[in-house]
């Protein structure tokens, strides 16, 4: 594949991503079959009709070792290679640390640090001519935010381990990155800003492009990632943030 999106005459490749049934996932899923990648795609919900109809399914934890066989050998049977693995799954709780449920954090830290070890390990298995792995990080994972230490943790964790996965698995040529989206306008956020929960105005303030992001422009990232365009690019993370994660102080005059 090349870097403008389109099917090169090397092998046809496949994917697996998880968590692809909505919002980033589906921005990605969709940018993966538009670039001529067959996807087979893990989640606990069934996608709409859009994705099934462009995507193979399978239902389940994107933690569980026997989902991910299952996609994983899927994805081998669509395509000369299975190259691309894309963690995308995660969720969010926020809380007060004092009084989090401790089964709260676990969950978390679970969903979205563990699933992206247990999936990238199996994937690397099976990647026997290399390829190319992205992790759904977040700008959580280079900021403080009150409320969020669960989910800020995990994130941090898993760019932490992009970093170590990619040094170990560098000679197998494979390669292992991270995407860190900041406020995305996905169906959640745009619920939560709807209900009040977040305050858009005191959001953009913070934001130096002074909007947020789309889920189409993370999964621009994560495909340059994925794809050769970024082939000496390796254990790095990618904020797309609209730069959020720089903001210093306010531009005066």
């Not at 899923?29 to 538009?34: D, H, L, P, Y």
């Not at 399914?57 to 693995?85: C, E, H, N, P, Y």
């Amino acid at each position: 594949m090349n870097e403008n999106g389109t099917a090169s005459n090397g092998p046809i490749l496949s994917a697996v991503v998880t968590g692809g049934s909505s919002g980033i996932g589906a921005a990605i899923v969709a940018r993966f079959v538009q670039a001529g990648v067959a996807v087979v795609q893990i989640d606990l919900q069934e996608p709409p009709a859009a994705i099934t109809s462009s995507a193979h399914f399978v239902q389940g934890s994107s933690g569980d070792a026997r989902t991910l066989k299952r996609a994983i050998t899927t994805a081998q049977g669509l395509a000369d290679r299975f190259g691309i693995f894309c963690a995308c799954a995660g969720i969010s709780n926020p809380g007060n640390s004092l009084h989090y449920p401790d089964s709260e954090w676990q969950r978390i830290v679970d969903v979205n640090l563990s699933s992206v070890f247990f999936g990238a390990r199996q994937a690397a298995t099976a990647m026997e001519a290399g390829g190319s792995i992205v992790a759904i990080g977040s700008v959580h994972g280079h900021l403080g935010f009150g409320g969020r230490a669960a989910y800020s943790a995990s994130k941090a964790g898993v760019i932490g381990l992009v970093r170590s996965l990619a040094i170990e698995w560098a000679p197998r040529g494979i390669r292992v990155n991270s995407v860190s989206p900041g406020y995305t306008a996905t169906d959640l956020v745009n619920r939560n800003i709807a209900s009040g929960a977040i305050d858009t105005e005191q959001l953009r303030s913070r934001i130096p492009a002074n909007r947020l992001g789309t889920p189409q422009e993370v999964a621009e990232a994560v495909w340059f990632l994925a794809s050769d365009a970024s082939s000496y690019v390796t254990g790095a993370d990618l904020l797309v943030d609209g730069g959020l994660a720089a903001y210093g102080l306010p531009l005066n005059g």
